[in-house]
């Protein structure tokens, strides 16, 4: 069976987006989905959040900058089914070097290509800079599917319109023809206010076939695991978030023909 990629992208930061993309991932391994997350962030969270510590020289900057390959970057999580491809500081300078190169916004596809063709993953996720800049738009046009991680408020609802734009960009300029929406998580809402409750519906007013009906809750626990370097499961079996994320990756299975063989 062929290899997806989903990229979870937003321009704005601190929506739960690595924090999706780790949980979601962990959530897909643990049901015997052989899954690759790539942390494309200089700042390296998701790295951390699955208990693997930077190293310089383990990040996608060189294979990106024409040094060694992708395969060789994948490293093994404590999690059975989950590998990593890990972040580090240095990965920011491709930001300015790789705009310097031709076809540079396609650098990532390219060099991801043998990695899917490998047939080791069922699954890669692909976690972005909290910028629409040049490795958030490499990860637009190395994906099948982009997942947008959406906070419960207002001001996110500006910023959906603006990675929508960048979505038809991708696919207008040829870079990507057959990137797709592949749906919105709706995260850090808030049981006690109205207003959680009215973004949700305005989302679903626009986009109702590609909302998630998973909510991903505001709760301590999950701003809290990654700072042990433990997943919601391992942190916090028991809680909301564990089971809104292990809900979200039922979702993602049925809606994507996902499975473990």
Do not use: W
């Not at 899954?35 to 990040?59: C, F, H, M, W, Y």
């Amino acid at each position: 069976m062929s290899t997806l990629v989903f990229t979870i992208a937003n321009q704005k930061g601190g929506v739960g987006k690595t924090t999706t993309a780790v949980n979601l991932a962990a959530a897909l391994a643990d049901k015997k989905i052989p899954t690759l997350l790539i942390d494309l962030d200089p700042q390296a969270n998701a790295t951390s959040a699955v208990g693997v510590e930077k190293q310089a020289g383990r990040s996608l900057y060189g294979p990106l900058s024409g040094e060694g390959t992708a395969m060789e970057m994948v490293t093994p999580t404590a999690y059975p089914n989950l590998s990593l491809i890990p972040s580090e500081e240095d990965l920011a300078a491709a930001e300015i070097e790789l705009a310097q190169t031709q076809n540079y916004l396609a650098r990532l596809r390219d060099i991801i290509a043998p990695v899917k063709a490998s047939g080791k993953f069922r699954v890669i996720i692909i976690d972005c800079p909290p910028a629409m800049g040049v490795l958030s738009m490499n990860s637009l046009a190395a994906a099948d599917f982009l997942l947008i991680a959406l906070q419960c408020e207002y001001m996110a609802l500006e910023g959906l319109g603006q990675i929508l734009r960048n979505l038809d960009r991708i696919k207008t300029a040829g870079l990507n023809n057959k990137l797709e929406l592949g749906g919105v998580v709706m995260t850090m809402f808030d049981t006690r206010t109205n207003l959680s409750r009215q973004v949700v519906e305005e989302v679903k007013t626009h986009l109702a076939d590609k909302i998630f009906k998973t909510v991903i809750p505001r709760t301590v626990r999950l701003s809290e695991a990654p700072s042990f370097g433990k997943t919601i499961f391992d942190y916090d079996p028991l809680s909301p978030g564990a089971t809104a994320y292990k809900n979200l990756s039922k979702e993602l299975i049925t809606r994507f023909g996902l499975n473990g063989k």
